[in-house]
């Protein structure tokens, strides 16, 4: 069967859109991602403290406490794709409003070990879920002349809730003495109740997701794909106008002829979308594998390593999250000028020439003033770079049809990526030191640059449609 030719009016990233309505749906979708980045980072302000109170004193049990809430990232992503398909973007984008709420009360709440284990997996689901689906679901309602910008919202977002997880982190803990004992600590009002207040304010901006997400409409090439065209055309028109709706419904439909709502995930084996997905899953992992979450999850032992008192890490680690949001801003203005693969080379790149200069400071001894500059310049880089245009890329690379599952797939990778990052990290750093650690940070780093320099197309202002059709020769 041959579609029809496509109406010859301007393409819909060409033609005029609301930009009140569009940004406005961005903005709430992204919250899945601020929540995204409070959890993920929440936890390395507040483990001085409930280490002691649960009594933690094993690398495994300190280990497993910090990366529990990936395992909840990674069932959340692999369930992500397939529910999506079947019941839409915006329902599971609620269910993960209703997750990050509930494991942040619960994780306050905890009086035993094991059930701070489950209610930080059960928060870790939330983040697989909204890690996969915001930056999909803003993708897929967005004009393709300002997709980029409008996914790298989701990033921005993702930026301010790690900032916000550090100042909430940073306003709660009372000052620490550098000389007190574990026991002195626990008996603080810090190892008794701190903790807690630093998880449970994560409810508040869940509260704002669940509400927002009730508001907005579901994705429109999701209803195009599921049979319900006529309320995915009034959702385009609402975004763009008529013509918009008109030419952007052609185009979906040029892409979804004779297939079914639902995906076998055996036809992301077939060749071409193999191809794809092989990509999106090296890409997602090297994302992880770059190093920079080392900085987020163990800031605390980089800055002591680097001579700094416990009061002076706290300030410290709020700094990283103000260069981390200032930098992002510069790829919410680049992406779709210079697009997305002079970024994500620039990034590949200065992450490895910091990540040599950082391993030699620590090899040399140097402490100080110089080490958080360089580390500061790592955050500004990824921030700029990599950090966004990755999930730009992993949203759009995917056809119509197998999107959902295609990304769950990619996202999984990613928080496998993630993962094992943080929980290897303890143990390089034990056999190889902070200078070799982060020398083989920086070889990964040279490594993702020829990736992406030979495997990475252009992508900036085409449609979803226009991309899967260059994808698919």
Do not use: H
């Not at 999930?391 to 995917?398: G, P, Y």
């Not at 320099?453 to 059709?469: D, F, H, N, Q, V």
Request: net charge positive; proline share 4%.
């Amino acid at each position: 069967m041959i579609a029809a030719p496509l109406p010859p009016t301007p393409s819909p990233g060409e033609a005029s859109y609301r930009a009140a309505y569009v940004w406005g749906i961005a903005f709430v979708a992204a919250l899945g991602g601020l929540l995204f980045g409070y959890d993920w980072v929440v936890i390395s302000g507040a483990d001085l403290f409930y280490e002691k109170y649960f009594q933690l004193v094993t690398p495994f049990d300190i280990g497993w406490a910090k990366s529990c809430a990936l395992v909840g990232c990674l069932l959340g992503a692999v369930v992500s794709g397939g529910l999506s398909d079947r019941f839409g973007r915006k329902r599971l984008l609620l269910l993960s409003a209703l997750l990050f709420m509930g494991s942040s009360i619960g994780t306050a709440l905890a009086d035993r070990y094991g059930v701070f284990v489950l209610w930080r997996i059960a928060g870790g689901a939330a983040i697989g879920l909204a890690s996969n689906l915001s930056p999909m679901y803003i993708a897929e309602i967005a004009p393709a002349a300002i997709r980029g910008r409008l996914v790298s919202i989701n990033q921005l977002a993702i930026v301010v809730g790690i900032l916000l997880a550090q100042l909430v982190n940073w306003l709660i803990a009372e000052p620490v003495p550098a000389a007190a004992t574990a026991a002195e600590i626990l008996r603080s009002w810090n190892g008794q109740f701190g903790w807690r207040w630093m998880f449970a304010a994560a409810a508040l901006p869940s509260l704002f997701f669940l509400a927002g997400m009730l508001l907005v409409p579901e994705s429109p090439r999701w209803l195009a794909k599921n049979g319900q065209s006529g309320l995915a055309r009034s959702i385009l028109a609402k975004i763009g106008g008529d013509a918009y709706a008109a030419r952007a419904q052609a185009e979906i439909a040029s892409t979804l002829v004779q297939e079914d709502a639902r995906v076998n995930f055996r036809e992301l084996l077939s060749p071409g979308p193999r191809k794809l997905l092989l990509f999106g899953v090296a890409l997602a992992f090297l994302q992880q594998w770059c190093g920079i979450n080392v900085v987020f999850y163990y800031s605390k032992d980089v800055f002591a390593a680097a001579g700094y008192q416990v009061s002076d890490i706290l300030l410290n680690i709020v700094i990283i999250g103000l260069a981390n949001l200032t930098f992002t801003f510069g790829a919410i203005a680049l992406v779709d000028r210079l697009g997305r693969r002079p970024l994500m080379l620039a990034g590949w790149v200065g992450l490895a020439i910091i990540y040599v200069l950082l391993g030699g400071c620590y090899f040399a001894g140097v402490q100080g003033a110089v080490l958080v500059t360089l580390v500061v310049a790592a955050i500004a880089c990824y921030a700029s770079t990599l950090g966004p245009v990755v999930w730009v890329v992993l949203a759009e690379i995917f056809p119509n049809r197998i999107r959902g599952a295609a990304m769950s797939i990619a996202v999984f990778a990613l928080w496998t990526g993630c993962f094992t990052l943080t929980y290897t990290f303890p143990q390089l750093n034990s056999l190889l030191g902070p200078a070799g650690t982060f020398w083989v940070y920086a070889a990964i780093c040279l490594g993702g640059g020829f990736f992406t320099w030979a495997k990475l197309p252009e992508t900036k202002g085409k449609t979803l449609e226009a991309i899967e059709r260059e994808l698919a020769q």
